[in-house]
C-alpha cells in the first residue's frame, strides 16, 4: 500500500510539473504571436502607404496626360483649320484654272472649226477643178472612143486601117476581146499569137478595139494622143498583171493549211496553183520541191506527213499518193465501228477597225475633275492621320499609362532603373 500511494505521488508530482512547462510554452507562444501580429500590422500600414504615394502619383499622371491630349487636340484643331483654308483656296484656284481652260478650249475649238471650213472651202474649190478636168478629159476620150470606133468599122469592113497617110492589109484573123477579168498574161499569149507579124501601130490599134469594159479606163492613164503598143502593155500589165502579186502569192503559201473537211486532192492541187502563182520564173525543179515541202509541212494529220518526208518524193503527185495510201490504211486499221463525226469550223480572223470616238468637252471636263479630286483625296488621306498613343512606362502603342496592363512593382522597377 505504501508503495502504491507513493507512485501515485510521483505521477501527481509529475503531473504537476507537465501543467506549469505547458503553462509556460503557452504564454510563449502568446508572446511570440503578439510580436508577429504587431510586425504584420507594421508591413500592412507600409504597403498601404506606399499604395496611397502610387494612386497619388498616378493621379498627377492622370492630370498630365490630360493637359497633353489637349493641347493635342488644341493643335490637331488648328492644323485642320489652316488645311480646310488651304483646300479652299485651292479648289478656288482649281475653278478659276477650269474656267481659263474652258476659254482656251473654246477658243481653240473655234480656231479648229474656222481652219476646217476654210479647208472644206479649198477642198470644194479643188473639187470643182477637178470636175472641170474631168469633163475635159471625158471629151478627149469620147474623141479618142470616136476616133478608135472609126478606125474598128474601118477594118471589120474593108480589111483597112488608115494611120497617119499610111494604109495597112492585116490579116482577118479576129482578136480576142480583153475585160480585165482574165489573167493578163496569158491574154498576152492569146492575143502575140495572133499578132506575131503585124507591124506595132497594127497591133497598138488593134489592142484597143480588144479592150472592153473597165480596162477601157486603162486608156485615160496613158498621156499620149496615140499610145504606143508597148506604153499599151506596160499600162495594161501594172494593173492587170501578175507581177506585182507574187508577194502576196507567197505569203498566202506561207500561211496555207489544209483545212478539216479538205480532202487531200483538193489541198494538193491549191498547193501547185499557189507555187506556181507564186514562183512563176522559177525551173520546174525548184517549183518541184517548193510545191512537196509546202504540201508535207502543212498537212492536217502530221503522222502522214512523217511518213512522207521520209519518202523524199521528188513531185507533188507522188507525195500525194502517198499520203492517199497511208490515209486508206489508217481508215482500214480503225474498224468498222461507227463514230458520230464532229465538225469543227475554222473561223477566220477577221480585221476589225474599231473607231475610238473623239472627246467632247463635257468628257474633258469630267476627266479633269476626276483628277483633281483623286488628288484632294490623297492628300486628305495623308493628312488625317493622327500621331499613335503610347504608353509612357511600357512604350507599347494603343493605351495610356493609367491604363497600362503590367503590374506597379514592375513599372516602379521600370523608373526606378
Request: proline content about 3%.
Amino acid at each position: 500500500m505504501e508503495d502504491s500511494i507513493k507512485q501515485l505521488m510521483e505521477m501527481l508530482s509529475a503531473m504537476k510539473a507537465s501543467q506549469e512547462q505547458m503553462k509556460e510554452d503557452m504564454k510563449r507562444g502568446q508572446e511570440e504571436m503578439k510580436e508577429d501580429m504587431k510586425s504584420s500590422q507594421q508591413k500592412l500600414e507600409e504597403k498601404l502607404e506606399d499604395n496611397r504615394e502610387y494612386m497619388k502619383r498616378g493621379q498627377e499622371e492622370m492630370k498630365v496626360s490630360q493637359e497633353e491630349l489637349k493641347e493635342d487636340m488644341k493643335a490637331s484643331q488648328e492644323k485642320l483649320e489652316l488645311k480646310l483654308q488651304e483646300m479652299k483656296t485651292t479648289i478656288e484656284d482649281s475653278n478659276t484654272k477650269l474656267e481659263n481652260k474652258l476659254k482656251e478650249f473654246e477658243e481653240v475649238v473655234e480656231e479648229e472649226i474656222n481652219q476646217v471650213k476654210e479647208e472644206v472651202k479649198a477642198i470644194e474649190g479643188e473639187l470643182s477643178h477637178m470636175k472641170e478636168d474631168a469633163k475635159a478629159d471625158k471629151k478627149e476620150m469620147n474623141k479618142k472612143m470616136e476616133d478608135l470606133e472609126t478606125k474598128f468599122r474601118q477594118l471589120s469592113t474593108t480589111g483597112v486601117i488608115k494611120t497617119e497617110g499610111t494604109v495597112t492589109t492585116p490579116s482577118k484573123v479576129k482578136v480576142p476581146a480583153y475585160d480585165g477579168k482574165v489573167s493578163w498574161n496569158t491574154y498576152l499569149k492569146q492575143f502575140e499569137a495572133v499578132v506575131c507579124n503585124w507591124r506595132e501601130e497594127d497591133k497598138a490599134t488593134s489592142l484597143i478595139a480588144a479592150l472592153r469594159g473597165e480596162a477601157l479606163e486603162v486608156l485615160r492613164t496613158i498621156p499620149e494622143a496615140s499610145p504606143t503598143y508597148a506604153t499599151l502593155t506596160s499600162a495594161l500589165e501594172r494593173r492587170y498583171g501578175d507581177a506585182h502579186l507574187q508577194h502576196v502569192y507567197q505569203a498566202q503559201l506561207r500561211s496555207r493549211r489544209q483545212r478539216f473537211e479538205e480532202t487531200l486532192q483538193q489541198y494538193e492541187a491549191d498547193i501547185s496553183r499557189m507555187v506556181n502563182l507564186a514562183y512563176p520564173t522559177a525551173p520546174a525543179e525548184v517549183i518541184d520541191q517548193l510545191s512537196v515541202s509546202s504540201f508535207i509541212e502543212c498537212l492536217r494529220d502530221p503522222e502522214i506527213g512523217q511518213l512522207v518526208r521520209l519518202a523524199r518524193h521528188k513531185t507533188i503527185s507522188e507525195a500525194l499518193a502517198q499520203a492517199l495510201e497511208i490515209e486508206a490504211a489508217k481508215q482500214a486499221s480503225r474498224g468498222t465501228c461507227k463514230i458520230r463525226q464532229v465538225k469543227t469550223y475554222q473561223y477566220q480572223d477577221r480585221e476589225r477597225k474599231v473607231q475610238r470616238p473623239s472627246k467632247n468637252l463635257v468628257d474633258s471636263i469630267k476627266d479633269v475633275l476626276e483628277k483633281f479630286t483623286d488628288g484632294q483625296n490623297s492628300e486628305d488621306s495623308t493628312t488625317n492621320r493622327r500621331r499613335p498613343i503610347r504608353c509612357w512606362t511600357c512604350g507599347v502603342e494603343r493605351h495610356v499609362r493609367s491604363r497600362c496592363p503590367q503590374p506597379p512593382a514592375e513599372q516602379n522597377q521600370r523608373n526606378a532603373n
